[in-house]
């Protein structure tokens, strides 16, 4: 198969994330169903962090046997590093970023309420926050493209088509939850942002291959993608806890699906 019809193949694939996306400027005035599509997003984030360190963790563990068998113990603290680095820098790095933000937009004025309860400031919180979540399912796709030539069109196409279009109604949960109809441009960025890499990671992951690499993407996303589930699980405990567990359930199941057909390509 050719550079060229991979990244056609690929460029395909990541479109797919577009078609979660307007979800976000249908207006909903029903709690529960916002409550419950909250929940789905979740769902969907908790199955990909599972799917995320169970990935990297393989390359670990692989390490670890090769080392025991007489190979590269320096090898294996690396990559132990690389992933302690990644997850702490993914996860961290949001929230003093978070922090910084809020410190600079503290209050609209003495005296006033502070900045994050407005409505202005809730809308920048939810906007943030799922982009943060376009952020780490790009590192992910980025770093999940791999197959032979055998298996490869049907894996993009069929396995991660289906699999960004879930992915991208998990990133727009927040803004359904919090009643906010971001701009069209905006939803373009969130799908260049989360879609683009799965474009990019069909074309290099064909000519480089660096464990190194591998174990920094899928940890960065974990870490980022781990925070973004702690906000997600607020927001769900302050509408109904019951039925954002029901939407947890009903994300993770879908996220399952998805992953088994991309397992049924590829075998």
């Known amino acids: 198969m050719s550079t060229a019809e991979v990244a056609v193949l690929g460029a395909v694939a990541g479109f797919t994330i577009f078609l979660g996306l307007p979800m976000a400027r249908v207006e909903m005035q029903n709690v529960r169903l916002k409550t419950l599509l909250n929940g789905i997003s979740a769902g969907i984030l908790a199955f990909l962090l599972v799917d995320i360190l169970a ?6 563990d692989g390490s670890l046997a090769s080392a025991q068998s007489g190979g590269s113990w320096v090898r294996f603290a690396s990559l132990t590093l690389c992933y302690g680095v990644g997850l702490g820098v993914g ?19 003495p005296g006033a309420m502070a900045y994050a309860e407005t409505a202005v400031g809730r809308r920048e919180e939810a906007l943030h926050l799922s982009m ?11 770093s999940e493209v791999h197959a032979d030539e055998i298996s490869l069109a049907i894996l993009l196409v069929v396995g991660f088509g289906l699999h ?37 990671g069909t074309i290099i992951g064909n000519s480089i291959t660096s464990e190194y690499v591998f174990v920094a993407f899928l940890t960065l996303a974990a870490g980022a993608i781990l925070y973004v589930i702690g906000e997600l699980f607020s927001v769900g405990r302050k509408l109904s806890w019951e039925i954002t567990l029901w939407g947890v359930l009903i994300g993770f199941l879908l996220g399952l699906g998805t992953e088994l057909v991309i397992v049924a390509a590829g075998a």
């Open 91 to 109: 996860l961290m790095s949001l929230l003093y970023a978070g922090k910084a933000i809020r410190r600079r937009r503290a209050s609209i004025g």
């Open 55 to 60: 990935n990297a963790g393989e390359v670990l």
């Open 132 to 142: 943060t979540i376009a952020a780490g399912i790009g590192l992910h796709n980025f």
């Open 164 to 200: 960004n279009a879930t992915e991208g109604f998990g990133i727009v949960g927040p803004l359904v939850a919090a009643d906010v109809r971001p701009a069209w441009s905006w939803l373009l960025l969130a799908g260049l942002v989360a879609g683009g890499p799965t474009f990019f």
